[in-house]
């Protein structure tokens, strides 16, 4: 039985409400000012303090503000006959949890101490029985999958139904995490089916070597600003998870476009910076393609291929490139964006998230912090709202920029094992493999046994790229259990999974048709 706290110099006429809550299974015990009040929270623990503004004495709104310092943890819902403004603002100001305005009759009282005292197992209860109810609905939705746009909408229902379980704390985790498996399953198959004549010609999905052409210059030739910020690593429930923190900033619109394979920041995000598949980088600009095997950072020449593109298109913006990759380049940024407004667009590339997933990988502590995907969009909002990059968020959006959010490509919590034997000269990422000696079940994998087709230079004709699916990961047999062991859990990128593939494009909304008269 949950014990509430009630204050009110009224008290005694207050009994037939008192009677009511005790029916519903409350424990009521009355005071009628605020310092009895007071004495009462010290001498035993309350659930809830119910708390009249206009006491003689202490007056509410002072009882409210020792309660505050002294019980932090105790919710209090303000009982007043005020209607005042400042009376309010003040209450609200202190972090009441309800504001009920006399007269109030006891269903009133009642429905704010459920909301107050059992919000957590209410949502969980209905989330548990809304999303069984959604559930053969997403399985069906699955099941008939069969282009990019029904994928998009499983992929968006998986995400929504994550994240309200996971804020609900509600038991039906395992059940979600089943179906988002059995999806990523089909996904995979639905993308080794396509992905050929995808990037070949045929009819495709928005992917990353067309974001630019396609979304980016038609905003430039509407005579509109543009900001380009591409947060590195970054899935649609992680924006989700930040999005409420610009929502009084900027209005925006929830896209999803495709990214290319390999799903890594070397081969997708110089496609959305030169406008052009892999392979026709090495050949066109050799000077700033980075094979696998070479020791240049695979990202240096960005702001030169950003200018390639400009110069192919025929077009004559200005633009800035820079790349935050610290707290303290985020504070150098945002006190020079002033001087960069007068560009028609500006790059900005934001590397935290990948840079958390990697040090996820190799530091324990980290790891023990995002042990979960929950966890990970938790510590995404955290460092969103507290680091300088929402206040340049905020800044670009005051100087009149259209900001475009988007990623070159996900990651996904990697669980399953998948042996791959290649010589010293195959790349070491987790999710995919280049090489021309690679040993592997075919069965477990998507393979270009032809990669120029794909779009991908090779490093030798023999050469071929195989793809990992779901949450499989690639692990050479020497020391097999050792490195299946530190890499199981992980986030990883690289290979085939909706988490990885189906990205967010986030962009202005478009403008309303002027009207016909």
Not at 287 to 307: A, F, M, R, S, T
């Amino acid at each position: 039985m949950q014990k509430i706290l009630w204050a009110d110099d009224e008290i005694d006429l207050l009994r037939p409400h008192i009677l009511f809550l005790e029916k519903k299974g409350y424990s009521l015990t009355t005071v009628s000012n605020g310092r009895d009040a007071l004495d009462a929270l010290d001498a035993e623990p309350y659930a809830l303090v119910l708390l009249d503004e206009n006491m003689p004495g202490l007056t509410g709104l002072e009882t409210l503000q020792l309660i505050n310092r002294d019980h932090p943890e105790i919710p209090v819902i303000m009982i007043t006959k005020s209607e005042e403004e400042n009376i309010m603002d003040q209450a609200i100001g202190s972090q009441i949890a309800d504001y009920l305005i006399k007269p109030v009759n006891p269903t009133q009282i009642w429905l704010a101490l459920k909301k107050n005292l059992n919000k957590t197992e209410l949502v969980a209860a209905q989330t548990n029985t809304s999303f069984m109810q959604d559930f053969s609905k997403i399985g069906s939705a699955i099941a008939m999958a069969s282009t990019i746009d029904d994928w998009y909408a499983v992929y968006r229902a998986l995400v929504g139904w994550e994240m309200k379980i996971s804020d609900a704390d509600a038991s039906m985790g395992e059940i979600l995490e089943g179906q988002v498996r059995d999806a990523n399953t089909e996904f995979c198959k639905f993308v080794c089916r396509n992905y050929e004549k995808w990037v070949t010609g045929g009819e495709h999905p928005l992917m990353s070597a067309e974001i630019f052409p396609r979304r980016i210059f038609p905003m430039l030739d509407a005579g509109e600003k543009v900001f380009f910020i591409l947060i590195d690593n970054f899935r649609l429930d992680q924006w989700r998870t930040v999005m409420p923190l610009l929502a009084e900033t900027f209005t925006v619109q929830e896209n999803l476009y495709t990214t290319i394979l390999p799903t890594s920041t070397q081969y997708a995000r110089n496609a959305i910076f030169a406008a052009l598949m892999p392979l026709q980088i090495s050949k066109m600009y050799p000077q700033y393609w980075v094979d696998e095997d070479e020791n240049e950072g695979l990202n240096v020449h960005e702001k030169e291929l950003i200018q390639t593109m400009l110069d192919r298109y025929r077009r004559r913006e200005t633009f800035s490139y820079e790349k935050i990759s610290s707290s303290e380049s985020g504070e150098k940024y945002l006190r020079r964006l002033g001087s960069i407004k007068q560009n028609p667009f500006n790059v900005l590339v934001i590397n935290f998230i990948d840079m958390l997933s990697h040090a996820r990988t190799e530091t324990k502590m980290i790891r023990e912090l995002a042990n979960s995907d929950a966890a990970y969009r938790s510590i995404t909002e955290s460092w969103f709202r507290h680091s300088s990059i929402l206040d340049i968020f905020r800044t670009i959006a005051s100087l009149g920029f259209k900001i475009v959010v988007t990623t070159d490509h996900g990651t996904i919590r990697v669980e399953n094992p998948v042996k791959v034997v290649g010589d010293k000269n195959t790349s070491t990422n987790l999710r995919y493999k280049e090489g021309k000696n690679l040993d592997y079940n075919h069965r477990e994998v998507y393979e270009m046994r032809k990669p120029q087709q794909f779009g991908l230079p090779a490093l030798n004709v023999s050469s071929k790229f195989i793809f990992a699916l779901n949450r499989d990961f690639f692990s050479y047999p020497n020391n097999y259990n050792y490195y299946v062991q530190y890499y199981r859990g992980t986030f990883q990128h690289g290979g085939i999974s909706m988490q990885e593939m189906l990205v967010p494009l986030i962009t202005p909304p478009a403008k309303c048709p002027a009207s016909r008269s």
